[in-house]
């Protein structure tokens, strides 16, 4: 998830991440796990994902692990 330079701060990718998380929680998701980076362009995202509860997480997917991949995952309630 990516917001347009033009759109940083007004909260754009909070309220995508939040509808995101609704859904899943409504379709009965128990967990939603992630891939994002390490790399300094990668801590905004980071940030977020932190503030809304995620937490460092295992591979998955058929991702390679690698110190330029983080993993996380966020147990749904």
Do not use: C, K, Q, W
Not at 13 to 19: D, K, M, Q, T, V
């Amino acid at each position: 998830m990516r917001t347009a330079p033009g759109n940083l701060r007004p909260g754009v990718a909070r309220a995508l991440l939040a509808h995101l998380l609704a859904l899943a929680r409504a379709r009965g998701y128990t967990r939603v796990s992630l891939e994002t980076g390490t790399a300094p362009m990668f801590a905004a995202a980071n940030r977020l994902y932190e503030a809304a509860g995620f937490i460092d997480g295992p591979v998955f997917g058929g991702y390679p692990e690698s110190p330029h991949n983080r993993f996380m995952t966020l147990a749904l309630r």
